[in-house]
């Protein structure tokens, strides 16, 4: 069964870092958009930063200049290095693959056909 594994989450105060990893867990193509989502309790969940298959990275405002996403060279593991974090920061973060999208990825949570667990990040003041 094919599986998104998020780990790398946990609790650090404000303006530290955290790197989030993405596994997949059985072959797939991971050639295809692959993004990071999160989610605060009481919100939606809210789209992050999303990297192509030519390894164009996008980001929301919120988050420009302090997050970078990547892929291994074999694309199956997906990163989100985390710098400078804030309380506002803090949500349950999902990795999410479209299979579909290659070049132009989608910022909303719909066209992503799997999605990982979920790790933690809470970021203190």
């Known amino acids: 069964q094919v599986q998104l594994v998020e780990s790398g989450g946990g609790s650090v105060q404000a303006g530290g870092s955290l790197n989030l990893s993405c596994a997949a867990s059985?072959?797939?193509?991971?050639?295809?958009?692959m993004a990071w989502f999160r989610q605060a309790p009481g919100n939606q969940r809210e789209w992050v930063a999303t990297i192509n298959l030519e390894g164009s990275p996008q980001y929301v405002d919120s988050v420009k200049g302090r997050f970078v996403i990547s892929r291994s060279t074999d694309k199956n593991t997906l990163y989100l290095q985390m710098n400078s974090l804030k309380p506002e920061d803090t949500a349950m973060y999902y990795c999410a693959q479209d299979l579909l999208h290659e070049v132009a990825c989608r910022v909303v949570p719909g066209p992503y056909n799997y999605w990982g667990q979920g790790t933690q990040v809470t970021v203190s003041s």
């Open positions: 059985a072959y797939r193509y991971t050639g295809s958009c």
